[in-house]
């Protein structure tokens, strides 16, 4: 029992009421004085002392009872001053304050989500519409140029509504794992195939997609032994893999080289995948918001030529689709440009 408990309290209560009954006593048998009296001011003071700790014990009570009430009408801001107590009263202020902590966050998460989300709605709402408008006016013919131009906005939100569906669903585990067993260096082959001709066939065009549109970019993979093999969902694999790709070419320097290695993990059929790319690299204290949906760091040129920057989706979807494996996706460190490290743990049950 701690000794600054409220059960401590209790019990010197009671201890001290005891001890003051019995003084009294004590004084009224010695000085014949008459027992009523002892008793008046013996009531009179165990009522005073039991309303000052009744008082440092409800006082408290009645300020986290203001505090959720503020809470649960929407105002985060207020906290409870009696965190710093060594009883169950101050444990219960802490843990309101922290929860008030969470949700605060949790809200200023949800208003920067919204923002973010208006503002990469708009853009391509907005091309679309001038598109459109122009050639309703006969600014502009409907010509396969003009159309191309609005099919391309129209993809640009096919996919941002499609990726926010996919968090969306990932967030309330309504994506089930198709995991089974594959061969790794001729799925990442394919990847970067497909990668490759993504960024060919776009090329000389404005992204509106989000994906890079540089060629410029060598894509190197490195799969040792050359068969090894994998448990996981290619899908969602394809996912991150795509992402981290798309991500390391837009950061890359001009003619630069992005390298994919594959490494057996430490289980049986787990993997280890590792982006490394030769650009500016991630300041170590951005590295924790690196996985965070919107964010696009805080370099001031971060992206290479033929990049609009995307929608800052990739890694938080390659992040999703990794712990949907119960794996693990972090920047490790690197001496030159970004390395992302992802562990998949192979089969349930396999140590990763």
Avoid at 8 to 18: D, I, P, R
Avoid at 142 to 161: C, I, N, S, W, Y
Avoid at 285 to 313: I, K, Q, Y
């Amino acid at each position: 029992m701690r000794p600054f408990s409220i059960k401590t309290k209790l019990g010197a209560l009671v201890v001290v009421s005891v001890f003051i009954t019995t003084g009294l006593l004590m004084i009224a048998v010695r000085t014949k004085t008459e027992f009523r009296f002892i008793t008046v001011f013996s009531v009179i003071a165990t009522l005073l002392i039991t309303q000052f700790v009744a008082h440092s014990l409800t006082a408290p009570l009645d300020e986290m009872n203001t505090v959720a009430r503020s809470i649960s009408h929407g105002d985060y801001t207020r906290r409870v001053r009696g965190a710093g107590r060594h009883d169950e009263l101050g444990d219960l202020a802490d843990t309101i304050n922290r929860m008030a902590d969470e949700l605060e966050a949790q809200e200023q998460q949800r208003k920067e989500l919204v923002a973010n989300v208006s503002h990469e709605l708009r853009t391509p709402i907005a091309a679309l519409r001038a598109v459109l408008e122009n050639v309703v006016d006969g600014v502009s013919a409907a010509d396969p140029e003009t159309m191309r131009t609005a099919l391309k906005q129209t993809e640009r939100l096919g996919r941002l509504v499609e990726t926010l569906l996919d968090l969306s669903r990932l967030d309330n585990g309504v994506i089930p794992l198709k995991a089974h067993r594959f061969e790794v260096w001729p799925y990442l082959s394919g990847v970067l195939k497909e990668a490759n001709m993504i960024a060919s066939h776009r090329s000389g065009m404005p992204s509106a997609s989000g994906r890079h549109t540089r060629t410029d970019v060598h894509l190197h993979l490195d799969v040792s032994p050359p068969e090894l093999t994998a448990h996981a969902d290619i899908e969602r694999l394809h996912q991150v893999v795509a992402n981290l790709i798309d991500n390391a070419v837009k950061h890359s320097p001009p003619h630069g080289r992005v390298t994919v290695k594959a490494r057996r993990g430490e289980g049986p059929e787990s993997l280890d995948i590792e982006v490394l790319d030769e650009g500016p690299g991630i300041p170590e204290a951005e590295r924790h918001r690196v996985f965070e949906r919107f964010n696009r760091g805080s370099a001031t040129d971060p992206h290479g030529p033929g990049s609009d920057g995307g929608t800052g989706l990739g890694l938080a979807i390659a992040r999703w689709a990794v712990d949907l494996h119960g794996g693990h996706i972090g920047v490790a460190e690197s001496p030159r440009g970004c390395r992302i490290l992802v562990t998949l743990p192979g089969k349930p049950g396999n140590p990763s």
